[in-house]
T-cell receptor, first 112, second 115 residues
Framework: KQEVTQIPAALSVPEGENLVLNCSFT??????LQWFRQDPGKGLTSLLL?????REQTSGRLNASLDKSSGRSTLYIAASQPGDSATYLC???????????FGKGITLSVRP | EAQVTQNPRYLITVTGKKLTVTCSQN?????MSWYRQDPGLGLRQIYY???????DKGDVPEGYKVSRKEKRNFPLILESPSPNQTSLYFC??????????????FGSGTRLTVV
């Protein structure tokens, strides 16, 4: 059974810092991995999608990497801003018709 | 705009009163799914559908029903809601075609309170 872990559960950083959010998964046989952002009580916004054959994806200040063999992904946020404060969720998909298995998320607070 | 639309956004109901939460997607996705999100438990899949007239149980299906009569719609039905179904619910869709990437799109959520 796939398990996804995100540690730590919460993180507080000063504005402007570059930061890395970690995600680990137990079964390396994945179809893709997706990073989401969730603001309190709101929906999930997809940030980046990495296919199993890819090593990284970039969007603006965000960069996500994938190392299937070690069961790890990282989300890199450059020059963090208070508006980046949210919960970041990592999720893996086992196959084309599979559900997403989510980590519990990392709640990020960026202090002005 | 490509999106998943859920209604209502907020719902307060009483125990035992049947309710339906609607979900519609405009991306011609084959796969649709319902999740619930609870503090400390994260997101858990309730039911999913791989295409029209094909549905199956997820991890926490008890107390819920779904149907998929049309490709775009996937309603969640609570026949007799109970307080333990108070939660934040999300509908999501995805293509199962390799050339479409397979990423999930989520709706904005439905906050359900059962009293």
């Amino acid at each position: 059974k796939q398990e996804v872990t995100q540690i730590p559960a919460a993180l507080s950083v000063p504005e402007g810092e570059n930061l890395v959010l970690n995600c680990s998964f137990t079964d390396s046989a994945i179809y893709n991995l997706q990073w989401f952002r969730q603001d309190p009580g709101k929906g999930l916004t997809s940030l980046l999608l990495i296919q199993s054959s890819q090593r990284e994806q970039t969007s603006g200040r965000l960069n996500a990497s994938l190392d299937k063999s070690s069961g790890r992904s990282t989300l890199y946020i450059a020059a963090s801003q208070p508006g980046d404060s949210a919960t970041y969720l990592c999720a893996v998909k086992a196959g084309a018709n599979s559900k997403l298995t989510f980590g519990k998320g990392i709640t990020l607070s960026v202090r002005p | 705009e490509a999106q998943v639309t859920q209604n209502p956004r907020y719902l307060i109901t009483v125990t035992g009163k049947k309710l339906t939460v609607t979900c519609s997607q405009n991306m011609n996705h084959e796969y649709m799914s319902w999740y619930r999100q609870d503090p400390g438990l994260g997101l858990r899949q309730i039911y999913y559908s791989m295409n029209v007239e094909v549905t199956d149980k997820g991890d926490v299906p008890e107390g819920y029903k779904v149907s998929r009569k049309e490709k775009r719609n996937f309603p969640l039905i609570l026949e007799s809601p109970s307080p333990n179904q108070t939660s934040l619910y999300f509908c999501a869709s995805s293509s199962n075609l390799r050339n479409r990437g397979g990423g999930y799109t989520f709706g904005s959520g439905t906050r359900l309170t059962v009293v």
